[in-house]
Nanobody
Framework: QVQLVESGGGLVQAGGSLRLSCAAS????????MYWYRQAPGKQRELVAG???????DYADSVKGRFGISRDNAKNTVYLQMNSLKPEDTGVYYC????????????????WGQGTQVTVSS
């Protein structure tokens, strides 16, 4: 019903920047909140940043001041701008979207992307 495709991951040196993108497609009725999570090797998946349909944002303490989440509603795309990257930012970054489909417009479900690898070298 809703598909998410992420891009923008890669290998970067500490202090560098990356911009992740997550494009939603399919039979979308409405996209509500959009989130970025990450999972480091051997650790649980954690919320990195969130953005509601009203524009409210929230960030994990570890990324405040360095990461920025934004969205392009016309493109159904959410972005994560990551600056001043640190080795501890390494992990697989996942996009998560709360959305409803045309078939069930009153039912909001969570959808996950396939993940994109971010590796920060020291």
């Amino acid at each position: 019903q809703v598909q998410l495709v992420e891009s923008g991951g890669g290998l970067v040196q500490a202090g560098g920047s990356l911009r992740l993108s997550c494009a939603a497609s399919g039979n979308i009725f409405r996209i509500n909140a959009m989130y970025w999570y990450r999972q480091a090797p051997g650790k649980q998946r954690e919320l990195v940043a969130g953005l509601t349909s009203g524009g409210a944002t929230d960030y994990a303490d570890s990324v405040k001041g360095r990461f920025g989440i934004s969205r392009d509603n016309a493109k159904n795309t959410v972005y994560l701008q990551m600056n001043s990257l640190k080795p501890e930012d390494t992990g697989v970054y996942y996009c998560n979207v709360a959305a409803s489909s045309l078939q069930t417009p009153l039912l909001t479900l969570g959808y996950w992307g396939q993940g994109t690898q971010v590796t920060v070298s020291s």
